[in-house]
């Protein structure tokens, strides 16, 4: 039985709806798990960034920009990485790149001088967008056509939100231990993050998934690696009688 949107629910009861169909459905909760954590405590580059110019080069405002330029340079990669792909986004991929992009960040930190910190913000830059992507294209293909508005809300109010919320806890780590802490408290959170997911899939018994059926992405479509098939005998093909049998 599909599930269909109720147009007498308010919004609060819409958002509701949302957040309880991610929550059941684990291909759906992942992505927009590790995009919260990466959205709230990694993607806080106006605080790191800004301070990183400004208290460990000694720069102004021309630094700051040169440093967000070469993120925007690494945007512009990662999407050109991104539209090259035809296959649809697996699971682990995106695990992959937000381990990727934890290392990344911690990296970027880490960096002694001005112009290795500027060239360590275009992979940083670059792990920011195939996260997002994948993550936007895993949630997506894997929702059902009439929930699919009210889980994306669900998936941009964590990925966007959460950078707010984030902000005084990376400006607090900044203040107490410096821009760099701060830029390395994101990298090892969505590092751990990415390790946690990892581990969880590595316990998961192998034939779950294939025990579970199409799945809210419908018959036929792959999501995660895994190609979902019906199985009712209405859905088939029927194979035609033996030679010489009775008709």
């Known amino acids: 039985m599909s599930c269909r949107p109720d147009p007498s629910s308010g919004p609060g009861g819409q958002l509701r709806a949302g957040l309880s169909y991610a929550v059941r ?10 995009v919260g954590i990466v959205g709230a405590l990694g993607l806080n580059f106006p605080v790191t960034v800004a301070l990183m110019a400004s ?3 000694g720069g ?4 700051y920009g040169l ?16 539209a090259r792909r035809l296959d649809v986004p697996r699971h682990t991929t995106l695990i992959a790149a937000t381990a990727a992009f934890g290392v990344s960040e911690t990296l970027f930190g880490l960096m002694p001088n001005l112009w290795l910190f500027a060239l360590l913000a275009i992979p940083t ?3 920011v967008l195939l996260v997002s992507t994948m993550a936007n294209a895993l949630v997506q293909l894997s929702t059902d056509d009439a929930m699919r508005g009210r889980v994306m809300g669900v998936f941009l109010l964590v990925f966007i ?30 590092l751990l993050a990415a390790a946690i997911v990892a581990l969880f899939d590595l316990r998961r018994p192998p034939a779950a998934a294939r025990a579970a059926g199409p799945g809210p992405a419908g018959p036929g479509l792959a999501v995660g690696g895994l190609k979902a098939r019906p199985s009712h005998p209405a859905c088939e093909t029927p194979r035609p009688p033996p030679a010489g049998a009775s008709r």
């Open 60 to 63: 102004a405002a021309a630094t």
């Open 125 to 127: 830059g670059a792990c």
């Open 161 to 190: 939100g959460t950078t707010p919320i984030g902000a005084p806890i990376v400006g607090a780590v900044c203040e107490a231990f410096g821009p760099r802490a701060g830029l390395a408290l994101g990298g090892v959170s969505s």
């Open 67 to 82: 440093l967000t330029a070469m993120l925007a340079v690494g945007s512009i990669a990662g999407a050109a990485v991104s």
């Open 25 to 34: 459905h684990r291909e759906i909760a992942t992505p927009i798990l590790l």
């Open 55 to 57: 208290e460990q080069f």
